[in-house]
């Protein structure tokens, strides 16, 4: 197993401490890091079910590409798929 490096906690942080330092701005001065994290949590489950929700496309055994043709599933698009209608959790 790999170590982390100071230089991967930086480059998580980049991405991390935006989001923390503004939902602890939201919900005001006297809240503890805990419940900054816990609605942190809540907040990105439900920013990755918007984001996902906006993905077009058809989704399903029987796509077509933009010619019209139906083209077969692989695997990774089948369990996408039911990633994405939440029967594999």
Do not use: C, H
Not at 38 to 61: Q, T
């Amino acid at each position: 197993m790999k170590l982390l490096t100071l230089e991967d906690y930086q480059k998580a942080g980049e991405t991390f401490w935006p989001k923390y330092w503004y939902v602890a701005k939201e919900l005001g001065e006297d809240t503890k890091p805990e419940q900054v994290l816990k609605v942190m949590e809540a907040i990105g489950g439900l920013a990755l079910k918007l984001a996902l929700e906006d993905k077009e496309g058809p989704f399903g055994f029987n796509k077509k590409k933009e010619d019209g043709v139906e083209t077969k599933p692989n695997m990774s698009s089948v369990v996408r798929d039911r990633l994405m209608m939440g029967s594999i959790i």
